[in-house]
DNA sequence: TTGACATATTCCCATATAGGCATGTAACGT
DNA sequence: ACGTTACATGCCTATATGGGAATATGTCAA
């Protein structure tokens, strides 16, 4: 199988950065396609696709107003977003605490550090 | 160009269902690969696969114990994505008021609802 | 060393992008 | 009707994926 679609959920549409970028700009007001397409410099086919995906999962709405279609940004379908990552906030907490007991108790100590992860590395250039 | 890797940021590492309850099983407590497999009955090869892009993306930590390794969730990477998320908040409050005032006035008279499905618009003879 | 156990990695592949470009379609002004 | 404006959609392609199966790597125990 290959990757689920961007259209299954909002955690796959948002997953695109220009989708992020979209849902902000439309965040609390209307605007035509147009105005996406100047204020975040995008070529416009790209930005209604985007709006397509983002309209499929219900991120935003869209009402017609002339021959320009005025999209804003649903904030409710980004609750359930929120609420997921929510589920994790007593953790980095909990986290918080413990990083700083750690920093307190080691100070000098040198970098023998063996659980530190690989790197929290970006992009590993995957071979296949 | 593709989709993004699913390894370029948190938001795309997340977007996968299973490294979704990956995560929530792995909040606040250390558990090996075995025990991940079992709970969440996927294969074996296919976690030590989400473990890694989880992993490559910060959302886990991971320490060997003898023969196995364990892993936990490291919530602080999941910060970004609700604090993302949180930017919406005033948002969706708007709307819940919004929605209420609507329905308190019009009890009666409803017309098009042109926002809930990607379907070919409807076409109101707006005019404002 | 050998064998069993715990994980990780590789290979193969059907599938779904996202971007660039061209074209289709609907609404407006004249 | 015609041209223009505002979007949407179709086509093409390189690329990344996730699952399954097989295999590799690493660690312990006897």
Chains 1, 2 share one sequence.
Request: glycine content about 4%; proline content about 6%.
């Amino acid at each position: 199988m290959a990757r689920a679609s961007t259209t299954s959920d909002a955690f796959n549409a948002v997953a695109e950065p220009r989708r992020r970028e979209i849902l902000t700009y439309l965040a609390g007001t209307e605007r035509p396609v147009g105005e996406i397409v100047s204020a975040l410099g995008l070529e416009q086919p790209s930005v209604s696709k985007h709006l397509r995906v983002l309209r499929n999962v219900g991120l935003v709405r869209m009402r017609c107003h002339g021959r320009q279609k005025l999209y804003r940004t649903n904030a409710e379908a980004i609750r359930p977003l929120h609420d997921w990552a929510a589920t994790f906030e007593r953790y980095w907490q909990h986290q918080l605490n413990r990083v700083k007991e750690l920093a307190e108790s080691t100070v000098h100590q040198s970098s023998a550090d063996s659980n530190a992860a690989p790197k929290p590395t970006p992009n590993p250039k995957e071979k296949r």
